[in-house]
């Protein structure tokens, strides 16, 4: 019964039975966070950068976007329910998926009228 709070910088806050796993304040990213999705089988989270790169906190990293820039920015991510795997989702509605998270397509060709926020499995 707690939760987590994220910053653009990457401070970690935890509250509650939230378990803090540590952060990347104080570190140089290459482009702010934009997000946090919790692992249920450990606990842990990590955090995801406008860029698409993710960092694992108590978490078993699956992979990121890397060197691979999206086409727009990544404004958000989602974790599986099982906790082997998550989605990344950019502003254009590209969904980009890692681990056990099944890809079942995006809007990233679609004329969208607004910018994509979130993800929600």
Known sequence: ????????????FAFGDAQYFGSMAKRRLAAPIVGLAVDVTTAGYWL????GGVFAFGATYFGSLGRHAPARPVVGMAATTDGYGYWLVGADGGVFAFGDAPYDGSMAQARLRAPVRALAP
Not at 1 to 12: E, H
Not at 48 to 51: E, I, L, N, S, Y
């Open 1 to 12: 019964s707690g939760y987590w709070l994220v910053g653009a910088d990457g401070g970690v």
């Open 48 to 51: 995801v950068g406008a860029d």
